[in-house]
């Protein structure tokens, strides 16, 4: 059973940083490319960042570009999300994603409020 689990958010203001985590279980981790999605309020789902199976490659959506940084440990079944230069406009809940098969699995949710 895939299981994704976000940690790492909350409220920070204009300018600072996260570190999002998502640990992940019931797949072989290291065979998948994962994935950052948000979605602010009243704003549809984005991906925000891909890193590739061995974390050799990633890419960013434009508006991160610079500010963040994805990564991931195979060893710890984890995919990180180093946030920074913070602006309003990137508050939203983040989730974690792997397209496992012909399925998208996702986990809860973790919410980044950005706010002075």
């Known amino acids: 059973q895939v299981q994704l689990a976000e940690s790492g958010g909350g409220l920070v203001q204009p300018g600072g940083s996260l570190r999002l985590s998502c640990a992940a279980s019931?797949?072989?981790?290291?065979?998948?490319?994962m994935n950052w999605y948000r979605q602010g309020p009243g704003k549809e789902r984005e991906l925000v960042a891909t890193?590739?199976?061995?974390?050799?490659?990633?890419n960013y959506v434009d508006s991160v570009k610079g500010r963040f940084t994805i990564s991931r440990i195979n060893a710890k079944n984890t995919v990180y999300l180093q946030m920074n230069s913070l602006k309003p406009e990137d508050t939203a809940v983040y989730y974690c994603?792997?397209?496992?098969?012909?399925?998208?699995?996702w986990g809860q949710g973790t919410q980044v409020t950005v706010s002075s």
């Open positions: 994603n792997v397209k496992y098969g012909l399925v998208g699995y």
């Open positions: 019931g797949f072989t981790f290291r065979n998948y490319a």
């Open positions: 890193i590739t199976r061995s974390g050799d490659s990633t």
